[in-house]
């Protein structure tokens, strides 16, 4: 009868171990993690992570071992007479259980202590940056529900402003410079870095820095409205010729329409609502409420990411955009479909 | 104790009675998605002169807390601000007001909106869909104490204090 329980119990203890640990094992690899850094500060949440993983660990361990032996014990049982009230241990026992509490206070202090440590010199570590040579400033502004990018420079003619596509150069320091236009947001790329709130009228600031190419997924981390789940932004980390060629592409205006079929696309974007909104550089639309369209055909994602920029998808979404993202803001205005085809493939040629 | 029991189940219909205030048609429907035509008459553009009685038009939105708050952004949004500023006028005459140029009923408003008016009020309509047109007006009337307290917003976006408090002032009904 004991033996069974022991061994349900070790048998259900083990099977936990492995399943937490696979769980674990399986986020390695994925553009959205934080125990699979990219950099190093990514890099210093990874190693406190799974110190405090291995350490709190063992102590589970310890103390459930410690509690199984407690149970397979033998005891006073029945046939013994039970203790008198008046009953006072030996001098030897009660040393022994002094010496043992206060070792277990003691050692629990310790290890406290030394996790405090840990969790502070990393939060420090990463809010300053030893490498701080040729930084690259961008501005990250959240939106119900989307973020815009500003890329800073000191030559105003080369501030880039994007949205929710933001491509960093390998090893160079980023600094972020969080603020938000409604409510609080909060930016966390897990691969760069932790999260860091985006509030109204107050600016936080955040450093990251890539030291590998790859393509990194964020996602807003402070509930924000309806559509919180729905504000995803990519982080594209790539070789500095790369990154400085695609902001070359960015920084020109967009492409003029090259057929009367573009033509009649761009005609139905400034008749409509779209141009009270949305700016297209290099054309009169100069809205600023919802995201940049300049070079709309070159990202990966449309509605913060909500789906994949195909044209199929931006038909759907421009036709009825609370179907795919209810709640959100943008108008929803009756287009004919002898307008929308044109609309649409004007917008994916903003390449 | 029976009386007690009714008490309890009246306030809690009365509960129910308050969820119309919440209600959400985030989706428009399709019937206002339209861009609006002609509902005024032209003689109806005389300013200051009396107003040509409108249809009686009864806003779809009204008395819906997350409408009139749509409509409070976009009045920023379609930089309704950048004329009337928060609805204490500038550029453009102010939007706290009894007595209308061209008629402070929901209809006129939607034709003012629509159609412009002469000395500055651009032409709205063929770009804003009909349903955003009625948010503005829902905030509009707002503004003026033409909305169901319950439904307006305790404090607005931008600086200004509770607009039902201008109200009042201006109306004389508190110091």
């Known amino acids: 009868m004991k033996n069974n329980t022991r061994q349900i119990f070790s048998t259900f203890a083990g099977v936990l171990g492995v399943a937490c640990l696979s769980l674990l094992i399986s986020c390695a690899g994925h553009q959205q993690s934080a125990v699979d850094p990219a950099g190093p500060q990514s890099g210093r949440i990874d190693t406190l992570w799974w110190s405090f993983f291995w350490l709190l660990g063992a102590i589970f361990v310890i103390v459930m071992v410690l509690t199984l032996m407690t149970l397979g014990r033998r005891h006073r049982g029945f046939e013994q007479e039970p203790l008198e009230a008046t009953h006072k241990p030996s001098e030897e026992t009660d040393s022994r259980l002094r010496r043992i509490i206060a070792g277990a206070t003691v050692t629990t202090v310790v290890i406290l202590f030394v996790l405090i440590v840990a969790s502070v010199g990393t939060g420090k570590a990463n809010s300053e940056l030893q490498n701080k040579k040729n930084p690259l400033t961008i501005q990250v502004t959240g939106n119900q529900w989307w973020w815009q990018l500003e890329y800073m420079n000191s030559d105003p003619t080369k501030i880039l402003v994007t949205a929710n596509e933001m491509h960093i150069p390998v090893g160079r320091p980023v600094q972020i410079r969080g603020i938000s236009n409604d409510v609080i947001h909060s930016f966390w790329v897990p691969n760069l870095n932790g999260k860091r709130d985006l509030i109204p009228s107050h600016v936080t600031t955040q450093w990251m820095e890539a030291d590998h190419p790859g393509v990194f997924r964020g996602q807003c981390a402070e509930f924000c409205g309806l559509q919180h789940a729905h504000m995803a932004i990519w982080v594209i980390a790539e070789p500095e010729d790369k990154f400085d060629a695609w902001m070359r592409a960015q920084l020109q205006p967009a492409a003029g329409p090259s057929t009367p079929e573009l033509q009649r696309g761009r005609q139905v974007f400034m008749n409509n609502a779209c141009v009270y909104c949305h700016e297209i550089q290099g054309t009169t639309a100069a809205g600023q409420n919802g995201p940049d369209l300049t070079h709309f055909g070159s990202r990966r994602g449309i509605a913060a990411n909500t789906v994949p920029n195909t044209a199929g998808n931006l038909a759907g979404w421009i036709l009825d955009p609370q179907s795919l993202k209810p709640g959100n803001h943008m108008a929803t205005i009756a287009l004919n479909s002898t307008d929308l085809q044109p609309l649409v493939e004007y917008l994916e040629s903003l390449k | ?175």
């Not at chain 2, 048609?25 to 035509?37: E, Q, V």
């Not at chain 2, 409108?54 to 997350?66: C, T």
């Not at chain 2, 204490?88 to 402070?104: E, F, M, N, S, V």
């Not at chain 2, 000395?119 to 009337?141: C, H, K, L, S, T």
């Open chain 2, 1 to 175: 104790m029976r009386t007690g029991a009714m008490g309890i189940c009246v306030m809690c219909l009365l509960l129910l009675a308050a969820c119309q205030r919440e209600k959400r048609d985030i989706r428009p429907s399709p019937t206002r998605l339209a861009i609006y035509g002609d509902a005024a008459k032209e003689d109806a553009l005389r300013p200051g002169g009396p107003i040509s009685p409108q249809p009686v038009v009864n806003n779809p939105y009204n008395g819906s807390a997350y409408d009139i708050s749509e409509g409070q952004r976009l009045f920023n949004w379609y930089n309704c601000s950048g004329c009337h500023a928060n609805g204490g006028g500038g550029i453009g005459p102010p939007l706290i007001k009894q007595h209308w140029t061209y008629g402070g009923e929901p209809a006129n408003l939607f034709d003012t909106i629509v159609k412009g008016r002469p000395n500055g009020m651009p032409a709205w309509g063929g770009r804003i869909p009909e349903y955003q047109v009625w948010q503005i007006i829902a905030f509009i009337r707002s503004m003026n104490g033409e909305q169901p307290r319950s439904a307006t917003a305790s404090r607005q976006d931008s600086i200004e204090t509770n607009p039902q408090n201008i109200v009042n002032r201006v109306r004389g009904k508190t110091k």
